[in-house]
């Protein structure tokens, strides 16, 4: 932003890109007029039964690739079984994968001061709307939209919707913006 010479811009981001959105929000308020969080990462789940097992047997994986071929074989298959997609595309990068996924960026949401959007995909299952919900608790000044009969890419799947919804907010920030000129 400083390289353009932007000193302010409205962020949004989906996902990874909205647990970005939240650090950048958080860490440097002065930057981010209006925030829209599209299926956001940034809170840790609660963790079940099912996802102490899918780790347990990550951790026996990694310790079978040092058994040799047949041990990565091994490990490879489990993996194919238990892991998700972004955890077996990961290679070389899953230490920081797990890092990340891991990282609970709930104590920035106080912190947000910007207006915030927040809308969600009614059947998300990698970022449910109870993430949603909860960032709609702790961020000042937040509101909920949740999209019927979406999933996570709740932008794709009700585009129209998404694009009408994000023009309204837009909207009402600029003519904030120009009344204040």
Known sequence: MEKFCIPKAHFIGHSFGGRVSIIVSAEYPEKVDKLILVDSAGIKPRRTIKYHLRVGLAKIGKLLRRCG????LVA???SARVGSKDYQNAG?????FVK?????LRSLLPRITASTLLI???H???TPVSFGQIMEKE???AGLVVLKEAGHFSYLDKFPQ?????ASFLKIANASDQRQI
Do not use: H, L, S
Request: negative net charge; proline residues 3%; hydrophobic residues 35%.
């Open 92 to 96: 070389d990068m899953r230490g920081t």
């Open 69 to 72: 071929k047949y041990g990565v």
């Open 124 to 126: 998300d299952k990698d």
């Open 162 to 166: 998404f694009c009408r919804i994000v």
């Open 120 to 122: 969600w995909g009614e």
């Open 100 to 104: 990340v996924v891991n990282q609970d």
């Open 76 to 78: 490879d298959a489990m």
């Open 139 to 141: 961020i000042p000044d």
